[in-house]
């Protein structure tokens, strides 16, 4: 297959003219041919939901020998990437927004105090934000995230989050909802905060908490709670959640009579990606009914494992965490004579705790992570390079995923209430090998294991969650009166955005092998390849 480039510099004389279907002109792709715009017909707009359909199956196989593949890639990355609008399905129209953020200085006007509006307090409609930042060179670079096989630099542009100046909802009319899914996770109580605080900036009368996540929708024994800034202002004090949380759903259609029967017109929903599959179900259904409901998600993971987000919130805080239970594992392994510290963290999937714990510790001596496998046994697995730190260090600390080493462990064959399969304790059967093997031969070890996957789970918010919590609130709001619905949002880049939710409930967010950050948590750690 020859490269898009070779094309490109054998067309450059008589550069081939693409047709760009789209309806905006600001993606800019910097291509090296001329692409001109023309009105889309029927046939192509049947053509461009075709291939979004595709991509979002997976299937797309994109013919990068076609000089114009980027201005395709382009088409079916804003349909995709185009947020759901309650206006698709309902004929509303735009009023004045009441959210305003006041300049301290007032000015006079006819004779009265008048406090103006500040400048350049809102986000245009048209703004967005750079989904991918780092232009890779080669393939070979690493972590390289690359479209084509010369990893050429396609821009990726995402809706920007925050206020706009006009709303799609009277506030004094309107009845939100919040519902916190899933396990704890800390930061929870400051996004509810938030969420209050900046529906009652709006003007919004009606707020209720739904208890016990999905079920508080359909067990008619709990009943709503209803919240305003008294009732949340030292919530995020404290780490849980006010309104409590669960595991699993009812049924999709009778979740959405009971937000009917409410007569909840918003309803902002906190969780991970099982949650996001429900809250975009739920989205779907009110769509299907032609329901003014706007179904705004905020992404909750302790395990930073939703796809195309910088964090999610309760991250930095579960890391920070981290390091009490680590340093504790050091300071008995360094203690006691040939002592072995060993830690299991959270991360079903992916090991981005671990990895993180590992590199801001700088005690840890092997990290083990889902995405990576290892051996146990053997002259290259972990407990070979156990002997060599007892025998070196005197001895060692180990950092372990509760995802990691699934293939050693006896399979459940159980799952919980959100479908996720049980697994195994990968930090036990780690601590009974570790004992066993220097029983074998001879050589004392004293081990001691820590998991303190529940304590962290109930923490507080740390000041760089308690931040991000603070705006992912804020801009749930801001998501919900623009009209939007099927969205969650989130931090790409250090920047706001909102996605569609199926995008980011594609795959769960792993660890790439090769990425600068796993190749940096190796060099501090200094062990070898365990495979």
Known sequence: MASASLIYAVNFINPPKCILHSKRDYFSFNMSYTCTKSKTSQRQMRNKQSRMATIAA?????????????????EDFELRFNLPHLKDVLPIKPRPTTFSLKNRNARVVNGANVLEDRKNGYVNEDDRALLKVIRYSSPTSAGAECIDPDCSWVEQWVRRAGPREEIFFEPGEVKAGIVTCGGLCPGLNDVIRQIVFTLELYGVKKIVGIQYGYRGLFDR?????????????????????????????????????????????????????GTHAGANAIHNECHRRKMKVSVICVPKTIDNDILLMDKT????????????????????????????????????????????????SGQID?????????????????????????????????????????????????????????????????????????????????VKYIDPTYMIRACRANASDAVLCTVLGQ?????????????????????????????VIASPRVVDPDSRMWHRCLTSTGQPDFN
Not at 58 to 66: H, L, S, Y
Not at 222 to 248: T, Y
Not at 341 to 346: N, R, T
């Open 366 to 446: 092997i990290c083990l992570i889902p995405e990576v496998p290892f051996q146990i046994e053997g002259p290259y697995g972990v407990l070979r390079h156990l002997e060599h730190l007892i025998e070196t260090k005197g001895s060692a600390v180990l950092c372990v995923a509760e995802g990691a080493g699934q293939d050693f462990v006896e399979k459940t064959n159980s799952t919980d209430a959100s479908g996720n399969a049980r697994l195994g304790d990968i930090g036990v059967y780690l601590q009974q090998q570790i004992k066993k093997h220097f029983r074998r031969i001879d050589v004392p070890a004293d």
């Open 313 to 360: 919130f309760g991250f930095d805080t579960a890391v920070e965490e981290a390091q009490r239970a680590i340093n504790s594992a050091y300071i008995e392994a360094r203690s006691a004579y040939h002592g072995i510290g060993l830690v299991k963290l959270m991360g079903r999937s992916s090991g981005f705790i671990a990895m993180h714990a590992s590199l801001s």
């Open 58 to 74: 997976g299937n797309q196989e994109m013919d990068f020998t076609d000089p114009c593949w980027k201005t395709k890639f382009q």
């Open 221 to 273: 024994g709990l009943a709503e709670i209803e919240l305003f800034r008294e009732v949340v202002q030292n919530i995020n004090l404290a780490g849980g959640s006010l309104l409590g949380v669960s595991r699993g759903g009812a049924d999709i259609s009778e979740i959405v009579d009971s937000i009917q029967a409410r007569g909840i017109d918003m309803i902002f929903i906190l969780g991970g990606n």
């Open 475 to 503: 801009n749930a709001v801001h998501g919900a009166f623009a009209g939007f619905s099927g969205i969650t949002v989130g931090i790409c880049n250090s920047h706001y955005v909102y996605l569609p939710i199926p995008e």
